[in-house]
């Protein structure tokens, strides 16, 4: 059962038949194309956290966010902050409440797919959404986030 967390909160959950952590298993036990499957990734930065979802296929640009967000230091956020979010590895996504509002950094580049699909907040079970969704969140910064 999804948290009560709109938008997800009414779509449907799948399951995968092992634990997966990375954009990589997860794409393959899905059968789906990488650059299809989002990857979520916590950034710390001097002013708080932020959410990044770009796609499976690419890595963060901190050049662009720390631009986009005018700071100075951003970096990956370390298993203390996540932990501190009641995640780990392979477990971050916009779906759980306590991670949906935190700010977020839309890369565009995911915006370009017809669906993604990302974890439900465990290993082995996800969804797969219109990605236009990310849009309606209230605190969202736009641009290319990825290369």
Same mark, same amino acid.
């Given at each position: 059962?999804?948290?009560?967390?709109? $938008?997800?909160?009414?779509?449907? @959950? /799948?399951?995968?038949?092992?634990?997966?952590?990375?954009?990589?298993?997860?794409?393959?036990?899905?059968?789906?194309? @990488?650059?299809?499957?989002?990857?979520?990734?916590?950034?710390?930065?001097? =002013?708080? +956290?932020?959410?990044?979802? =770009? $796609? *499976?296929?690419?890595? %963060?640009?901190?050049?662009? =966010?720390?631009?986009?967000?005018?700071?100075?230091?951003?970096?990956? %956020? *370390?298993?203390? #902050?996540? !932990?501190? +979010?009641?995640?780990? %590895? *392979? &477990?971050?996504? $916009?779906? @759980?409440?306590?991670?949906?509002? #935190?700010?977020?950094? +839309?890369?565009?580049?995911?915006?370009? /797919?017809?669906?993604?699909?990302?974890?439900? *907040? &465990?290993?082995?079970? /996800? =969804?797969?959404?219109?990605? &236009?969704?990310?849009?309606?969140?209230?605190? &969202?910064?736009?641009? /290319?986030? !990825?290369?």
């Amino acid at each position: 059962m999804l948290e009560k967390c709109s $938008p997800f909160e009414n779509m449907v @959950l /799948y399951s995968l038949n092992k634990d997966v952590t990375t954009c990589e298993e997860a794409a393959s036990a899905k059968g789906i194309p @990488l650059q299809n499957e989002l990857k979520s990734l916590i950034i710390d930065t001097s =002013i708080g +956290l932020y959410l990044l979802n =770009i $796609p *499976g296929d690419k890595l %963060a640009n901190l050049r662009s =966010i720390k631009k986009a967000i005018k700071v100075k230091e951003a970096f990956l %956020a *370390g298993e203390d #902050i996540l !932990s501190r +979010l009641k995640v780990e %590895a *392979g &477990t971050v996504t $916009p779906l @759980l409440s306590r991670i949906w509002n #935190i700010p977020q950094l +839309l890369s565009l580049d995911v915006l370009e /797919y017809d669906f993604v699909s990302t974890n439900a *907040g &465990t290993h082995n079970k /996800y =969804i797969i959404f219109n990605p &236009t969704i990310l849009k309606s969140h209230p605190n &969202t910064t736009t641009g /290319y986030f !990825s290369k």
